[in-house]
């Protein structure tokens, strides 16, 4: 029996000391539970698995439920798994029933329902593309191979619910390892494999081996992904050298992990993620748009943030599949949109990761974003940007066919005769109408070290003429926005002053 079964689970985390409130959420943290478990048994990865919450029965003494939460929580252990490791258990505020930890970690009475009747057991269809048992075969270059049932923590959302029902399992490699192998060298033209599960990183080491090593033998594979929520869930598995040196030694390996929440990324995570990234491997991360979890912009940022900050790259935002028990957790694609025109020119590029949909059937990873090109003409097309801005962008170097017809707005771009529209008091025009503001100052002062003669002081845009800048007295290549300007396009450079 594990430490937490023995021991009586009746501590009141408020009546206890509880989590001071004041505390940063990525600050390491216990639960009073295990408050007084010394410091090496913490940090090893078996303790954590061995007292992982494992039942309903736990559950009741470490949070709050209704009789009637608990009665259907008691129908549902059946359905699926329940592994939660104090570690993780930790991270959740035991006073708000609507945690974002606890969302994706204790079961909800809201599984067992379906009310739209669209929850799938296998929604993406892999079963239908597994030519041999384990392995999926969808996209042309790339293979998934489903290498274990376990995982650290079973995430309530989880697409894969059917294969971790799975009970028992073995250590040794078996027969389907070896056919999965097999296919891979088999087929040249897969470039890409994906070892997944449950968790590979909860194999036992020598079979972690088989796959890393044999996979990594095969001349046309070029990338192997471990697909793993171990930094987040039980960061202390990574800790241990002989893991970061077995995947390091591929020198083909790639991590893709699963951070969802800003208090995820903790200084465990950050610790296992800096090993993984000094042994050479880069680190991405998946996260799935959960309500009640990241589906606001504040909160999606922020995670985005914590992530570049421990240098983890930001790859996926995948909408919930819509699989058994976790439609309670599906929010809108419309939500997911919004989140994504909050992203793109709001914080650097390198933290933008991309909007998908994983089709039913099996149709793979759809992008999904927000409306960037307007419209369109056979001489340009019209683009906007995060600010609202309208931007004529001439793509192809040819005269132009369109014959001129008077007309205004987003029209007018299209035929030739104005070149960007821009919407009224933005950020970034203001501080352009100050810096002109200092620069004409300067220039009645003789002290500024440029000129008037360019006309077009570090606007980037040139579409105003000389003209309307003489008659405004003060609009350096149209930056004073009044209502939403239409710019007439930039005369062609005369190749004179």
Sequence with gaps: MSESEARPLNMD???SGGYDDDEPPSSPRRHPLWANVPQSQWDDWRWQSQNSIRSVRQLRHLLSFTDAEIEALGRLEGEYKL???PYYFSLINPDDPEDPIRIQSVPSPLEAENPSGYELEDPLEEDLDSPVRGLTHRYPDRALLV???VCSMYCRFCTRKRATMVRGGWDAVSRDDQRMVDYVAAHPEIRDVIISGGDPLTLPIAKLRFFVENLSRIPHVDVIRIGTRVPVTLPQRLYDPELIDLLSASGKIWIQTHFNHPREVTPEAKRVCNALLR????????SVLLR???DDLATMRSLLRALLRIKVRPYYIFHCDPVIGAGHLRTSVWKGLEIMEGLRGHMSGLGIPTYVVDSPHGG???????????SMSDDAVVLRNFEGQLVRYQAQDKPPTIKPTQTRGVSALLQGSKSVLVPEGTERMERR????AEFEKGDEGGGCCGSHGGGNHGS??????HEEDSTSGQNHAGIIPLGIRNFPPAKPNSGSA
């Design 147 to 149: 290498t274990t049932h």
């Design 279 to 286: 042994a050479g491997m880069p680190v991405n991360n998946h």
């Design 13 to 15: 985390p408020v009546r």
């Design 460 to 465: 980037g845009q040139g579409e105003s003429s």
């Design 364 to 374: 793979g990873k759809i992008p999904m974003m927000p409306n960037y090109m307007v």
């Design 433 to 436: 109408k100050l810096h002109a």
């Design 292 to 294: 009640g979890v990241n």
């Design 83 to 85: 592994a939660i490791p």
